[in-house]
């Protein structure tokens, strides 16, 4: 089975573009998450879709958004770019289900999206 | 915040020598998941071990969880100059979260020498 994929693996930018980041999850995955890693600030969540609907939002600005297709691919946008979105961008997708009467499922990530503002 | 925390912050050892690396956390969980990371690349899933369980065996890794001291802990037994990377514990948000966010410690980094 194929794992989780992201699209570009690379990207440079300039402050003030926007960028969108792409991610396939593993097939029959439908929750994808997205994170945040950078030195300063280590792994951040950024938000968690589920069926097409976005179940949880981290503490990010409105500059960052996302959505899911209902294929559970996703993508995430991040709108007028600055220095400090330098990061790279994680994309992880998950088989939920309940277990009795809790949610259990391992995460697996993506490569990565490496993206450099200058 | 529920981040956990990663002890130590660096570790260095000899190929063929033992790795224990642990973690902690602040509030109830479902589960805590182990995951491996080499430099700048994508995290790479160890280990899934559930509340409710108290050891878990993968090949050469051996995790424990004590709920009562909100802490885990990850064995490599034998390790090898392959298993340099950083080693991060993340922990979902409890008993009855639906939700798929996870809390990242800081990551402890295990170099091993050959």
């Known amino acids: 089975k194929a794992g989780v994929t992201q699209t570009p693996r690379y990207l440079i930018k300039t402050r003030g573009q926007q960028v969108t980041l792409s991610c396939s999850p593993i097939?029959?995955?439908?929750?994808v998450s997205w994170y945040q890693q950078t030195p300063g600030q280590g792994l951040q969540f950024l938000f968690e879709y589920f069926s097409e609907t976005q179940r949880n939002k981290g503490n990010f600005p409105g500059r960052f958004s996302g959505r899911q297709f209902s294929n559970s691919r996703s993508e995430m946008n991040v709108s007028t770019l600055e220095l400090g979105d330098s990061a790279l961008y994680l994309c992880?997708?998950?088989?939920?289900?309940?277990?009795?009467?809790?949610?259990?499922?391992?995460?697996?990530f993506g490569p990565g999206t490496r993206l450099t503002v200058t | 915040s529920q981040q956990g925390e990663e002890d130590p912050q660096a570790l260095s050892i000899q190929e063929g020598e033992n790795a224990t690396m642990n973690c902690s956390y602040k509030t109830s969980i479902n589960n805590l998941q182990w995951y491996r990371q080499n430099s700048g690349r994508g995290l790479v899933h160890l280990i899934l071990i559930r509340s409710n369980e108290r050891e878990k065996h993968s090949g050469r890794l051996r995790v424990t969880l004590d709920t009562s001291k909100k802490s885990s802990s990850l064995l490599i037994t034998a390790s090898r100059a392959a298993d340099t990377a950083s080693y991060f514990c993340?922990?979902?948000?409890?008993?009855?979260?639906?939700?798929?966010?996870?809390?990242f410690g800081r990551g402890t980094q295990l170099t091993v020498w050959p």
């Open positions: 097939s029959g995955h439908r929750s």
């Open positions: 992880a997708s998950s088989l939920k289900g309940l277990a009795g009467d809790r949610w259990v499922g391992e995460q697996y």
């Open positions: 993340a922990t979902d948000a409890g008993r009855g979260s639906t939700l798929g966010r996870l809390y």
